[in-house]
């Protein structure tokens, strides 16, 4: 496609399951950011990944959350022994470089019970 | 940590009026981004700037870097239903990642 996929587009789990959500980004774009997105809220950096290297790691909330890029494509975002408190959007976004446009996906939604 | 705070959070006018959203750091940033997003979508970028000072003007938007590149301010003349939305800015610093501030939700009523 031509644009940044997510998926799932919705996700209902019961505390204490692992989740994982999946984007697809623009084909090229090396660099790839997850962020979370809480209701009216704006915007909570998680990771960065220039190519498939996460220089920085520093927004992850906890152990429980990790991510991972393979062929400076495809990204996972794993949350372990969901919490309510990850209840949030999820929103996946690319750039051709670190500083440049971020296309977004329209996000995945978490609901944890 | 770098920060950007927005105001107002929350802005609620009538079509045809105009208005200033504020986007404030102590740091400085190498460049500034506002995005527009609207419910159930991710952002969509309006404008980037990048040299302290500079004014962008997107139709009945104007956008200004200040010129310490500490902060930014959008202004929209003769709002419009259609400019209904959350408006973020994001701020690039020292390790290139995106910064986003809380954001300023607009609401416009005919």
């Known amino acids: 496609g031509a644009g940044v996929s997510q998926s799932p587009s919705n996700k209902v789990t019961e505390k204490g399951k692992d989740v994982e959500l999946r984007c697809d980004p623009i084909s090229g774009h090396t660099a790839l950011y997850w962020y979370r997105q809480r209701l009216g809220q704006g915007l909570e950096f998680l990771i960065y990944?220039?190519?498939?290297?996460?220089?920085?790691k520093s927004g992850l909330p906890s152990d429980r959350f990790s991510a991972e890029r393979t062929g400076e494509s495809v990204s996972t975002l794993t949350i372990q022994r969901t919490q309510q408190e990850d209840s949030a959007v999820y929103l996946c976004?690319?750039?051709?470089?670190?500083?440049?446009?971020?296309?977004f996906g329209e996000g995945s939604r978490l609901t944890v019970l | 940590t770098q920060l950007l705070e927005q105001s107002p959070q929350f802005l609620s006018i009538q079509e045809g009026e105009n208005l200033t959203v504020y986007c404030n750091s102590s740091?400085?940033?190498?460049?500034l981004q506002w995005y527009r997003q609207e419910p159930g979508e991710g952002p969509v970028l309006l404008v980037t700037?990048?040299?302290?000072?500079e004014v962008k003007k997107l139709k009945r938007l104007t956008f200004q870097f200040g010129d310490a590149r500490k902060d930014s301010s959008l202004h929209i003349t003769a709002a419009q239903p259609g400019d209904t939305g959350l408006y973020l800015c994001?701020?690039?610093?020292?390790?290139?990642?995106?910064?986003f501030g809380s954001g300023t939700r607009l609401l416009v009523r005919p």
């Open positions: 740091s400085v940033f190498s460049s």
């Open positions: 994001a701020g690039a610093g020292s390790s290139y990642k995106l910064i």
């Open positions: 700037v990048v040299t302290g000072g």
């Open positions: 990944f220039q190519g498939n290297s996460a220089p920085d």
């Open positions: 976004a690319s750039s051709l470089s670190i500083t440049g446009e971020l296309f």
